[in-house]
């Protein structure tokens, strides 16, 4: 459990609070009041945060049910309290509304602006059936079916209620033109996720737009169900619509008043169309269309970009919406079709309107998110170069620290507010470091051990599920003895992330018979843990899973049984917090520059673990020669022809003997100099831990917002800052 042990016990009584819109759970009726003023205050002194996915499960973090179970709360004498604590303590822990880093990123972020009293909430869409479900047989490869699951008893989840007749849910009105002058209005149900900040004294309001109502047109319906349904480029445009037009009527529903909308990546772009429209009517009233010029447009169209902040998330084309100029065209309002045009044309495809673009127009702020991806952003987009800042991704630390390191964490003087301040990692040295250090190594023992029971329990299943399904199991571990399973204190190696091609997923296995000779020379075994989903429609990313599959057995045999490698199905947060906290090393083969930043590298350094990585991304930053992991691969200029993801391009065979060729050293550093090795976890958690965590990132962000804060929490948040600014060289580098 998560919680410092000198934390008084809760009384299920301060957790209840309540307004106009519903009756909640988490914080005190005064931490809700406080945070509603801020967020409906005239000053506008918040921030909009809209995210198309947002991935907060509350079984990797939840400071309200660590709390419950802390103090042994079971149930309660008032029947409306009882409620809320078994559902609290006995409903389902996932929200599956994210499909990777994208999402995570956003609750991780949410996470650190409760944590430090930012005054913000967020917006996305709740989908009945989320991102997909993931099974994985042997010949098949992936199989997609939909998931299933219940806002209804999960948790953390709240639907706001009509403050006029609070039996009936909230409705909120949300104008689409379909090709019409005047909107056709759909309505949707509002639910609020309270993402509550670790000492429980804050929290982030997060509303779903829940457009699945008994009701709404097919077309709205077909486009609520799946996160990135991608079935047909009309349900994609749909989905972008329904998150950007929802915002508005949302933020004068609630009363919010945030000057300042966040689009993590353009997804909700649309929102300035709306907005645009109503600096027009503001100006001209009902005057006709035609009779407004483009510059009039254009100067619309630059008020509104001192609301948008916008960050943007990667190079990858598949990334940056694009549509087609008569799809769209069929779907908007005939002033959209001239804002479209003058601000979403493509510089290359005439014929599309280009998402990104508008992006990158229609703003006060940009940023990507590590250094190296900022340079290749301005290459990009030339045109915004000067406007192109970076500010390197981050990961919420208190969600990623495995309990055990936490509980070492605990016992370590200098580390005393580690909770609420991860820049103290910097600190670590002396007498505390030598102190923490065979307690490290203990409780990575354990972790490790509780990893490698859970894959073997694993296989086990899947071996009994084969005689009740037609599934094959997707690993060849499951078909040999359990002693051929794996063993703890092996050397584990593990990669989980999306199956995309750019990310190579299959890289270290381009020559399993160079790989296999590397550990019978040594005569030293290594485990590979692999998860990851490829999206449905990816089947580039599903064929490159499928491989990974095929080369268990040959890895297998050729390596005599020293190299075995096994696919866990089913990646989401809580197998990611066990894989990043129980593997040795975390393995990141993308073809750079593709990777913008990636962050479950950052997940693993939180607990120590080194990361072994080709030169992308966050690790550019992270990288400390012989301190803090292993580089390999190309790291030369990058140039625009290096953004092809085109296979010949993606440089298999110069990355993968690369890596070949640094593989001996690591398992000699593991097995034969241990000291060295968690020499290397102590930096991490001196050196990384500081910097890649989401309290510095936000501090960043803060700054980039340009929000005014009272003066004690300003200096709070700067201390982040003063740490490290991705815009400049830190003191590391
Ligand atoms: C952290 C995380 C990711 C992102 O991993 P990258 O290495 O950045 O691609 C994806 N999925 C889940 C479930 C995660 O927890």
């Not at 065979?438 to 084969?466: C, F, G, S, T």
Request: proline content about 6%; overall charge negative; glycine content about 6%.
């Amino acid at each position: 459990m998560n919680i410092p042990s000198s934390d008084s016990p809760v009384r299920i009584e301060q957790l209840i609070c309540t307004n106009r819109f519903g009756t909640f759970f988490g914080v005190s009726q005064q931490v809700f009041d406080r945070v509603w003023h801020q967020l409906t205050s005239p000053d506008g002194e918040s921030v909009a945060y809209v995210s198309m996915e947002i991935g907060a499960d509350p079984d990797v973090f939840h400071p309200v049910m660590d709390r419950l179970e802390h103090a042994r709360i079971r149930e309660h004498a008032n029947s409306q309290l009882d409620g809320l604590v078994q559902k609290y303590l006995h409903g389902p822990r996932k929200i599956p509304n994210y499909s990777g880093g994208l999402g995570v990123l956003a609750g991780d972020t949410l996470k650190s602006f409760a944590d430090l009293h930012v005054p913000a909430l967020a917006i996305s869409l709740l989908y009945r059936e989320g991102y997909f479900s993931q099974i994985v047989d042997s010949k098949v490869g992936q199989i997609d079916h939909a998931t299933r699951w219940t806002p209804e008893t999960t948790p953390s989840l709240f639907q706001l209620r009509n403050p006029e007749a609070p039996e009936k849910p909230l409705v909120i009105e949300i104008p689409f033109y379909n090709g019409q002058l005047h909107p056709t209005v759909v309505k949707a149900h509002v639910w609020m996720k309270l993402e509550i900040s670790g000492q429980l004294d804050s929290f982030v309001p997060e509303f779903l737009i829940d457009y699945s109502l008994p009701d709404s047109p097919a077309w709205v319906m077909e486009s609520a169900h799946q996160l990135y349904n991608a079935k047909s480029a009309i349900i994609k445009a749909n989905q972008r619509r329904m998150l950007g037009s929802a915002i508005l009527p949302l933020l004068d529903v609630l009363g919010c008043t945030s000057r300042t909308i966040h689009l993590n990546e353009q997804h909700g772009i649309t929102v300035t169309l709306h907005l645009i429209l109503q600096e027009l009517h503001d100006t001209f009233g009902d005057v006709a269309l035609d009779r407004i010029s483009d510059a009039d447009i254009l100067a619309a169209a630059e008020r509104v970009s001192r609301k948008i902040v916008y960050t943007i998330h990667t190079p990858v084309k598949a990334g940056h919406d694009r549509f087609s100029r008569e799809l769209y065209s069929a779907i908007s309002h005939n002033a959209f079709q001239r804002i479209l045009n003058l601000l979403a044309h493509d510089e290359e495809i005439s014929h599309e309107y280009n998402f990104t673009a508008m992006a990158m127009r229609i703003n006060r702020a940009i940023n990507s998110v590590s250094r190296l991806h900022r340079d290749v952003t301005k290459k990009q987009f030339p045109a915004f170069a000067n406007k192109i800042k970076a500010i390197t991704n981050g990961v919420h630390h208190l969600t990623w620290i495995s309990e055990q390191r936490a509980a070492c964490f605990n016992q370590t003087p200098s580390l005393r507010s580690w909770r609420t301040d991860p820049s103290c990692f910097c600190t670590l040295a002396g007498q505390d470091a030598a102190d923490l250090a065979p307690k490290l190594e203990e409780a990575w023992r354990a972790d490790n051990r509780q990893l490698i029971a859970y894959v073997n329990a694993m296989l086990k299943r899947h071996r009994e599920q084969m005689i009740e399904t037609w599934i094959d199991p997707p690993n060849h571990l499951s078909s040999l003895p359990e002693t051929e399973w794996l063993q703890p204190g092996v050397f584990t190696i593990g990669f989980a992330r999306r199956f995309s091609t750019y990310k190579r997923a299959d890289l270290i296995f381009d020559d399993i018979d160079r790989l296999s000779d590397i550990l019978i020379s040594l005569n030293r075994p290594i485990n590979f843990l692999f998860a990851g989903k490829a999206h449905p429609a990816d089947e580039p990313g599903k064929s490159v899973l499928k491989l990974i599959l095929d080369n268990q057995e040959e890895l297998y045999i050729r390596s005599k049984g020293l190299g075995k490698l096994v696919f866990i199905p089913g990646y989401d947060m809580q197998l990611a917090k066990l894989l990043v906290s129980g593997v040795h090393a975390w393995l990141n083969s993308p073809k750079r520059p593709l990777e913008a930043s990636g962050t479950s590298g950052m997940k693993a350094a939180m607990n120590g673990v080194p990361n072994i990585s080709i030169m992308d991304g966050w690790w550019v930053e992270g990288y400390h020669e012989g301190q803090t992991g292993w580089k390999f691969g190309y790291e030369g200029p990058v140039e625009e022809a290096d953004l092809s993801e085109a296979p010949d391009a993606l440089l298999y065979t110069e990355d993968a003997a690369a890596f070949y060729q640094a593989l001996p050293a690591i398992l000699e550093s593991f097995y034969d100099r241990p000291e060295t090795y968690l020499e290397r976890a102590l930096n991490n958690l001196r050196l990384n831990i500081p910097i890649f965590n989401t309290h510095r990132m936000a501090a960043e962000y803060v700054a980039q917002y340009g929000l005014r804060l009272p003066q004690d929490q300003e200096e709070l948040i700067d201390r982040f800052r003063r740490l490290y600014l991705s815009e400049e060289n830190g003191p590391h580098n």
